[in-house]
């Protein structure tokens, strides 16, 4: 068997949600040093029983794809759908990603994280008719206040009473999703379908502003897309649960949650 059929075999059998560096593939082959021939036959690579994306390379960030290195997004995207756990940039900051649909993924992230287990994760959605995806009812005021605020960097916290996502409510019987403006984010999250998107940090450590920074809390436990230094901060959180809008957090755009509040009162007057 020729070093490039051993390499594809190899790729093959890695499992969904699960990947592996150009140079932990090269090693299984028998030829560490060799990591560079494996990285040009995933980019050259068109086999579609052959997962490609789940190679990156070796210092963890995903690398190319398709042969393109700008299509990084859409490898991480594919990560992001089976259930791999990846540092990734957001809206508002990195945060360490996985689907929300995968509970062990999730579970895995909360113990990276070192996050409270009874603490529920902002959920980052692309469109608003996702909520449905999560048995989240609108009613007509939450709509009229939605379509003033989204999309954004506002979180919102809606009530969720389905004991199919209890492992993503932790018992509040709530859940947060944000649907944000950023096209950069919105083009994984298409793909990738809704995210956990907890800040890339151990709980009660300052947020990564860079990948660097990541690493030192996640190391090679998960994959990282790179988009350089990211100083901004974290969503404005808002709850829904009630008529009246309650304020958890201050944060990114909440210049725009203050203008539609003062609008409010305004017309109520």
Not at 95 to 112: P, R
Not at 190 to 216: C, D, H, R, V
Not at 223 to 250: H, N, V, W
């Amino acid at each position: 068997m020729s070093f490039k059929e051993k390499v594809l075999k190899i790729v093959s059998k890695i499992s969904v949600g699960k990947f592996l560096t150009y140079k932990q593939v090269a090693r299984l082959v028998g030829n560490e040093k060799a990591f560079r021939v494996v990285g040009n036959l995933m980019m050259k690579n068109k086999d579609k029983n052959i997962p490609c994306h789940r190679v990156i390379k070796s210092d963890y960030t995903v690398g190319e794809y398709l042969g393109r290195k700008d299509f990084d997004w859409l490898k991480a995207a594919l990560l992001l759908k089976e259930g791999a756990i990846g540092v990734i940039p957001t809206d508002t900051i990195y945060g360490i990603c996985t689907s929300a649909f995968n509970k062990k993924s999730v579970e895995k992230v909360y113990k990276l994280r070192k996050r409270n287990p009874k603490k529920p994760c902002i959920i980052l959605i692309s469109d608003i008719r996702e909520l449905k995806l999560f048995k989240i009812q609108l009613q007509d005021w939450q709509k009229e206040i939605l379509k003033k605020i989204w999309p954004s960097r506002i979180s919102v916290i809606f009530p969720c009473k389905s004991e199919k996502f209890t492992y993503l409510h932790r018992g509040t019987i709530t859940l947060a999703f944000r649907s944000p403006k950023d096209k950069f984010i919105l083009k994984i999250l298409k793909i990738s379908g809704p995210l956990i998107a907890p800040s890339a940090n151990w709980e009660g450590y300052e947020p990564a502003k860079t990948i660097n920074e990541a690493k030192k809390y996640f190391n090679n436990q998960v994959f990282y897309l790179d988009r350089g230094r990211l100083a901004g901060q974290p969503s404005t959180l808002i709850d829904l649960t009630q008529k009246e809008i309650k304020i958890i957090r201050r944060g990114a755009d909440y210049d725009k949650l203050n203008k539609f509040l003062n609008s409010k009162a305004l017309s109520i007057a």
